[in-house]
């Protein structure tokens, strides 16, 4: 191939780069603003904001069910933030409850150390664990299960063992 050929082909897949990255960036056209543009206030959808960012109603539904809400009517306020993406704020009847709406405290977790793996136990894991393999054998088996019949068991921090039988397909 000549040198002049391969220019021409360098020269479109720039081309066809920088057409792709506007589009991507069409939606965000406040990108270089460092302030979010309010698409919902109050419940109330901004047509305004819609059609100044060129977003469709659409695009807000699809962004809306990717955070979890499948109903725009128990969203309160949606921002889009300066980087394109979109936060969503629930109306408070709507929000999830947390332990703090009961004045509760929970006990803390921490994290999952695992100790069998396809029927086996990790004898290495469990020595940085607060239960000893008899311990974990004895829970195991208390729960009408065997160790060999396991694809997975976990234990966290708290104590807590949490069991996976292997299942054929089904």
């Known amino acids: 191939m ?10 479109g897949i720039i081309i066809c780069f920088l057409i792709l990255t506007l589009a991507a960036m069409s939606r965000k056209k ?17 047509e305004k ?13 699809s962004e809306a069910r990717l955070s979890g809400f499948f109903n725009l009517g128990d969203i309160d306020y949606a921002l889009l933030e300066a980087n394109g993406e979109i936060s969503f704020l629930a109306k408070p009847k709507k929000r999830p409850l947390c ?10 977790e921490g994290l999952c150390t695992t100790v069998v793996l396809d029927g086996e136990l990790l004898l290495d894991n469990i020595e940085k664990c607060s239960a ?8 195991i088996e208390s729960r009408g299960r065997r160790v060999e019949n396991l694809l997975l068991a976990t234990i966290n921090e708290a104590g807590r063992i949490d069991v996976f039988e292997k299942v054929d397909n089904e």
């Open 30 to 46: 406040k990108f270089v603003n460092t302030e979010p543009t309010v698409i919902i206030k109050g419940g109330r959808i901004i």
């Open 99 to 108: 332990p703090s709406d009961f004045n509760f405290a929970p006990v803390r």
């Open 2 to 11: 000549e040198i002049q050929t391969l220019l021409v082909i360098l020269e």
């Open 49 to 61: 904001a819609l059609r100044d960012t060129e977003m469709s109603i659409d695009e807000l539904m």
């Open 132 to 139: 000893d393999a008899k311990q974990i054998i004895d829970i």
